[in-house]
């Protein structure tokens, strides 16, 4: 674009904020000009007690406020304060992070109780193992004593 010599403002709109750089142009001279918008990166990584991931079992996730359903990779956000939740398996957790411009972060939110193995493509955790384990034995010894009492008489 061709202006007069002088000083303006260079004005971006991004992620509903504007953004704006003052330059002076000088008159015969070619002036470009960027507007810096102030973003950053962030991965969020949802995890169980143990460090593992848990994307199958992922339900969503927010970040500020904004619903993904798995766990956003690469996502540009502008550079500030952010609070992620995250729920899997019926559970949820949180996270706040701080990004400066141009970082590059991967968040991890981990699920409280959300430990176990996967049986067929399904989570057991390691709480409902242990219960399942109490009731069969509590089970075998119930029908083990009655078996006993029924020998006797």
Known sequence: M??????????????GREFAEMFTAEAGKTVEK???VPT????????????????PYVEFVTVD????????????VLAGRYFIRARALGKEASAEVELRPGEVREVEVVIPGAAGFDVGGIRITYTTAAASAAVLLATAAGVALYALRRRKH
């Open 65 to 76: 406020g904004e619903t993904y359903p798995k766990p956003p990779r690469e996502l540009e």
């Open 40 to 55: 950053a990166l962030i991965s969020v990584v949802v995890l169980d007690d143990d460090k593992k991931p848990l994307d």
């Open 34 to 36: 960027a507007v810096r």
């Open 2 to 15: 061709e202006v007069l010599a002088g000083q303006y403002v260079a004005r971006a709109k991004a992620f």
